[in-house]
């Protein structure tokens, strides 16, 4: 037997009866190595042995069960991290590398990233365009990905034992903020696939993150990495637009997918990325009969999929500003075309689209219409200046600039373009515009119409209409 083995057959016979202390077990184990040589090997086999390492320096087991979130949103970038990714910038660049040439050149990389993205066009990340990349992305990125999870979270689907893959692991925005959703009483083994040098800033990133959250990055590209075991949670955070074939890799890693785990997609808002997830995500369903949609964009009528245009996103509050950002944003000169200071490099904005998908069947929310009682969007043809009842979901902030507030509302059915239009806002029908993104609504005694300059309906919500949340 193996000094690791030993060392491991101790810790499963410990752990459930005392907190096992390397500075005390080394003595039992054959050929008493080093308490630092038993510690290492205990965090090496913590996944295996469902432990964690306490603060005092011991190891206790994970409990059973699921988590039990606390999140309640995110207004920061966190100083701790902030720090570290400038610790790289200066490392690279020098202390004064927001007003140096080298500020001049991450700015001109981020006028790049932001013109090939509009251009769908494929970017190489070396060394600086990743780190102009993370310069610019990670603090949105940190939040998009903790809203998304706590979908999971708060309905009980995440147990305090997970393996994590991610897929195109970028730069750790993501990484991070599942990092720091999760509590300290869980046991995380996460896969990282980066193929690029954006690795290099991950590693970085995820260095000094907790011993229970253990990071493994491997550096192949998602068509050629060889995933082993089965994982709880498959993360492609604002990846599958840039793949060349989105849904063969996505049923590459089914395989893998744990039969109670969540494959789960962030893309951009914009209108070009966010209708791609949903074509890849009704062509994931299509082709896959195990597969369903948990959230947000869930069927209410069984036997219908949507095929409408299928721009739908969430906005969740701004971030702050992190100094890195406001730094290279401020400290520059006025002669490059816009004016120092005016936010074209910083991103507090977080608003995104995202995709929950799973093979067990299960819906974050599980309600059949009634036909008697409510219409199909599949139908609305035939209800146009009529008034109608309707179960529909809350798929966006309000979008009108001016006016009215309007809303994408969607039923699973519908083959356009459905929203709601708040004419006339009361007591009875406030919930339309306060209930969030997601949330599944009543509507009651609204006036259906045909918007012929747009190509949708619209269901108008006034005076005389009711809107209740169902879920």
Do not use: C
Not at 179 to 188: E, F, K
Not at 218 to 239: C, M, S, W
Request: overall charge negative; proline content about 6%; charged content about 30%.
């Amino acid at each position: 037997m193996t000094t690791d083995e030993s060392i491991v057959d101790t810790a499963k016979y410990l752990r459930n009866v005392r907190p096992i202390d390397p500075d005390e077990i080394f003595e039992y184990v054959e050929r008493t190595p080093h308490p630092a040589v038993v510690r290492q090997t205990l965090r090496e086999h913590a996944f295996e042995l469902g432990i964690r390492e306490r603060d005092d320096g011991t190891f206790v087991p994970i409990e059973d069960g699921t988590i039990r979130p606390t999140f309640r949103g995110v207004t920061a970038f966190p100083e701790a991290y902030a720090r570290r990714f400038e610790e790289l910038l200066v490392e690279r660049y020098g202390p004064g590398w927001p007003s140096s040439e080298s500020g001049d050149r991450l700015r001109e990389l981020i006028d790049q990233l932001k013109v090939s993205y509009f251009a769908d066009e494929s970017v190489t990340y070396d060394e600086e365009t990743a780190l102009a990349y993370a310069l610019y992305h990670l603090p949105d990125y940190y939040a998009a990905i903790q809203y998304t999870l706590d979908e999971l979270g708060r309905a009980g689907r995440l147990s305090r034992r997970l393996r994590v893959l991610e897929i195109g692991a970028g730069t750790g925005g993501p990484a991070l903020g599942i990092h720091d959703y999760l509590s300290d009483d869980t046991l995380v083994e996460y896969h990282a696939v980066e193929p690029s040098a954006a690795a290099d800033v991950f590693e970085a990133m995820l260095d000094g993150t907790r011993s229970s959250f253990a990071t493994t990055v491997h550096r192949e590209t998602a068509e050629a990495f060889d995933p082993e075991g089965e994982y709880d949670l498959i993360v492609f955070g604002n990846v599958l637009s840039e793949l060349e074939s989105p849904i063969e890799v996505v049923e590459r890693y089914l395989d893998s997918l744990a039969p109670d785990g969540t494959v789960l997609a962030i893309a951009p808002a914009e209108e070009r990325t966010a209708t791609r997830l949903r074509r890849i995500e009704r062509d994931l369903v299509d082709r896959n009969a195990d597969l369903t949609v948990y959230a947000p964009t869930i069927r209410l009528w069984d036997g219908y999929q949507p095929t409408d245009r299928g721009w739908t996103f969430t906005r969740k509050p701004k971030v702050d500003v992190p100094a890195f950002q406001r730094r290279l944003d401020e400290d520059r000169s006025a002669d490059k075309g816009s004016t120092p200071g005016d936010g074209t490099y910083t991103k507090p904005v977080v608003q995104f689209a995202y995709l929950l998908l799973r093979k067990d069947g299960q819906r974050a929310i599980e309600y059949e219409p009634d036909p008697d009682r409510v219409a199909k969007m599949a139908e609305m043809e035939r209800h146009v200046t009529e008034r109608i009842d309707l179960a529909a979901l809350k798929l966006s902030p309000d979008l009108a600039e001016d006016g009215h507030p309007l809303f994408k509302i969607s039923d699973g059915s519908e083959a356009v373009d459905h929203y709601a239009v708040l004419t006339d806002r009361s007591a009875l029908n406030e919930t339309l515009a306060d209930a969030p993104y997601g949330s599944l609504l009543l509507f009651e005694n609204v006036l259906v119409l045909w918007n012929d300059d747009e190509g949708a309906y619209n269901l108008v919500v006034d005076g005389e209409s009711a809107v209740d949340r169902l879920a």
